[in-house]
């Protein structure tokens, strides 16, 4: 059993709501050329099968699913380098489709390498970080993503996002721009159109 695409690395793959598996973008080793195809795991067969890919190729993305099957695909990279080549542009995928539309907005910031850094609240809303020290938040009724109050210390790499309960996010690790990684975590509790900080939990 094997991908039909090169084995990839910086890609996503995100749990459908009919069980299959949806695997994206990526690239085949970090120096090579950014993949825009797609492909989905049937978990009834083991099998894989290439659908209509991305609008444009990415690496070091976000995928988050909504609640009503579609999966926002956020940020990214034009490029396996380790800088350069951000987006803050979103697709979204339609699971009867089984196509790529573009989202009618965008990040604040542009941001990459955020594969683990997003979550999907209760209220829907869905929350990035990593790239930078602001938090964003893509508001589906608004169709729009603002920043969220509050700020980590640094723009770090690669942190994990994770809703620990109804309306408080987990932040934790990453590394900066010198490769340094760090042990700190930070807690979220939302309100209505904001984040509001309760505090660094670990200070090493």
């Excluded at 699971?95 to 539309?101: E, L």
């Amino acid at each position: 059993m094997a991908l039909v695409y090169f084995p990839p690395t910086g890609h996503t793959s995100t749990l459908l709501t009919d069980g299959a598996v949806l695997i994206v973008g990526g690239s085949s080793n970090w120096r090579s050329e950014v993949l825009a195809s797609c492909e989905l795991f049937n978990p009834s067969d083991y099998s894989f099968k290439i659908i209509s890919g991305l609008n444009i190729p990415r690496n070091k993305h976000f995928a988050a699913r909504l609640p009503d099957g579609k999966v926002l695909i956020i940020g990214g990279s034009a490029t396996a380098a380790e800088i350069g080549g951000r987006y803050n542009s979103v697709e979204v995928y339609f699971p009867d489709k089984k196509q790529f539309n573009w989202l009618e907005t965008a990040l604040i910031k542009s941001r990459f390498k955020i594969t683990n850094s997003g979550d999907v609240l209760n209220d829907v809303r869905v929350v990035v970080a990593g790239d930078g020290k602001y938090v964003e938040v893509y508001d589906p009724k608004q169709n729009s993503f603002f920043t969220a109050k509050g700020t980590v210390d640094k723009a770090w790499m690669y942190p994990t996002v994770t809703k620990v309960s109804e309306y408080k996010i987990l932040i934790t690790g990453g590394y900066d721009a010198n490769m340094k990684t760090t042990s700190r975590a930070w807690l979220y509790e939302t309100s209505s159109r904001e984040l509001k900080s309760l505090g660094l939990l670990s200070k090493q």
